[in-house]
């Protein structure tokens, strides 16, 4: 009786185990351009937010009193900041992906911790805005002695405090584990968890740490994922570009009057 002996489809030990194991493959959620653009502009808006409030004191007096003498200044800080913010979210996704190649629970648990550390960090924005419009109208001193009433007011975001600051370092092991990070750059993604938290907070030398880190980390990272792969046509980008920018019109517009 003959044996009949099936063979896989897919050879797998022709592929080199570095291929395995690293798969450089970008085509899944969020996607190559998102998670490139992101990697990139999302520590740069935040290390733009750092430096523009850098000439302020800490405090929130100073930073309330900052915002009544030099408004335009401290409007820009505080929006590139809380864009930063929104925008880490596919860079994170796209990171954590890869490291799942290799730790998949380092990826999982340090991508929804930081995730949720983006989401506390923008409801801090919101209450910064609403302090801030409160500053502008009835003034420093007032805005001060409201903030200072409800600065320890419990909120459910309380409790992603930790996750700000665990999931950055849990990537950064995982980076480093799954070789997408070398020691020195691990390290400084590890150093995005000194980036201080919570309401009206300025800039100190951690903060200028933590987001130089951040770009040391992720904008090269940002640079090889954008490059993995052909170049759109320039049709393609000036057709994306512009639909972007309408669409960001509409959706600004669109939310003053709702």
């Known amino acids: 009786m003959t044996t009949i002996r099936s063979t896989p489809l897919v050879d797998d030990t022709a592929v080199p ?13 969020p996607g190559r351009w998102a998670g490139g653009v992101s990697l990139v502009a999302g520590p ?3 290390g733009t937010g750092v430096l523009l409030r ?5 405090f929130y007096p100073e930073q309330l009193a900052a915002r009544v003498e030099h408004p335009g200044l401290i409007a820009a800080s505080y929006g590139a900041f809380a864009a930063g913010t929104v925008l ?20 999982l648990w340090g991508g929804i911790f930081a995730v949720l550390g983006l989401f506390a960090r923008t409801f801090h924005a919101g ?11 009835q003034g420093t001193e007032a805005a001060a ?32 584990r799954a070789r997408i990070l070398g020691s020195v750059r691990a390290l400084a993604l590890a150093a995005a968890a000194a980036l201080p938290l919570g309401v009206l907070k300025g800039t100190t030398p951690l903060s200028v740490v933590a987001v130089a880190g951040l770009c040391v980390a992720l904008v090269p990272l940002g640079v090889t994922v954008l490059r993995d792969g052909p170049a759109p046509r320039r ?10 920018i309408t669409a960001l019109a509409v959706m600004t517009v669109a939310g003053q009057v709702g």
């Open 17 to 29: 185990a570095k291929a395995r194991l690293l798969p450089m493959e970008w085509s899944g959620f």
């Open 44 to 46: 740069l808006l935040l």
């Open 54 to 58: 850098l000439p302020f004191h800490f």
């Open 88 to 107: 880490l979210w596919p860079a994170l996704a796209a990171l954590a992906s890869r490291i799942g190649h290799r730790s998949p629970g380092l990826a």
């Open 127 to 137: 209450v910064d805005h609403l302090a801030y419009q409160l500053a502008d109208r």
């Open 145 to 176: 002695r409201f903030v200072g009433e409800t600065y320890g007011a419990f909120h459910i975001f309380s409790a992603l405090n930790v996750a700000i600051m665990g999931g950055w370092l849990l990537l950064a092991i995982g980076a480093w």
């Open 235 to 244: 049709a393609a980008v000036l057709c994306w570009t512009a639909a972007v």
